[in-house]
Structure formats: structure tokens, C-alpha cells
């Protein structure tokens, strides 16, 4: 019986280090330098994802996208959103009403005079966009608005 005992223990220390290894391959960090960003990412790529910088609005990239499938970081290809998250705000950017657990970070800012909430990508830092309460009431309530450039889009398969 204690041999058996022995053996579980053995056996569930294995699978839990299996699973913390597995999530930290999920979650790792991407960490490279300005110029290493900026052989990657296109000009304007770089500007809102590393610099900040806002799409103008309107109705081009995936603004209007309704496609089922997933939406990655342009800068580190981890995923951030389902498409079933995706809804039409009119807002002028893609708008998400959740993001992928753990894929998300939120940043308090106050720059331009206002208050907001930053949401960068949680592996590289890269600017997505701002989160805002006003999103859909029959969901989450919030609302994701992301810029179309830090963002890719793959087709679900099915």
C-alpha cells in the first residue's frame, strides 16, 4: 500500500510539472529590441504596436470582419480573440467584448487629458488598443476597441 502510495505521488508530481510547463510555453515573454522590432514589424506596425499609435478610423481592416476564426498579436502571433467575441460597435475599429484569458494586459492611462484603460499583448507588450464599459449589456459590458494593424486574423478551418 505505501508503495502505492509512493507510485500516485510520483505520478501526479509528474503531470502537475507537465501542465506548469505547458502554461509557461503559453504564456512566455517576447523581449526583443527597437531594431530587432522594426526589421519585423512594417513602419506602421511598429507605430502602434511599439509606439503607441492609433488606426485612423473607419471601415478597412477588420473592422467589419464577421468571419469565424481567431485573431493573433501581429507583433508575437500569440492568440488574443475569437471571433465569437467580435461584435459591430460603429465605433470606427474592431470591437471584442472579451479577449482571451490571460492574453490581455490593462494599463491605466491618462495620456491626451483622458482616463483609460490600455490593453497590450501580454507576451510583447505591444500596443492593441483601449478597453471601454460600453460595450454590449447582454454579455460582458465591455468594449475592446482595437486597432486593425496590431492584429491578424486567421480563418477558422471548420
Not at 500516485?8 to 502554461?23: G, R
Not at 523581449?31 to 526589421?39: L, R, V
Request: charged share 30%.
Amino acid at each position: 500500500m505505501k508503495r502505492l502510495t509512493i507510485i500516485l505521488i510520483i505520478i501526479l508530481t509528474f503531470n502537475f510539472s507537465l501542465k506548469a510547463q505547458e502554461k509557461d510555453k503559453m504564456n512566455k515573454k517576447v523581449t526583443k529590441s527597437d531594431k530587432e522590432w522594426k526589421t519585423i514589424l512594417t513602419p506602421k506596425q511598429y507605430y502602434i504596436l511599439r509606439e503607441k499609435g492609433t488606426d485612423n478610423p473607419g471601415d478597412f481592416g477588420y473592422t467589419n470582419n464577421f468571419e469565424k476564426g481567431t485573431y493573433y498579436c501581429a507583433a508575437c502571433d500569440i492568440q488574443l480573440f475569437e471571433s465569437d467575441s467580435k461584435y459591430q460597435s460603429h465605433c470606427g475599429w474592431p470591437s471584442f467584448d472579451d479577449a482571451i484569458e490571460g492574453k490581455v494586459t490593462y494599463i491605466s492611462d491618462t495620456s491626451h487629458g483622458m482616463i483609460r484603460t490600455e490593453i497590450i499583448c501580454t507576451s510583447c507588450g505591444g500596443h492593441l488598443g483601449h478597453i471601454f464599459d460600453d460595450g454590449p449589456k447582454e454579455t460582458t459590458g465591455k468594449r475592446y476597441c482595437v486597432n486593425s494593424t496590431s492584429i491578424r486574423f486567421e480563418k477558422s478551418k471548420k
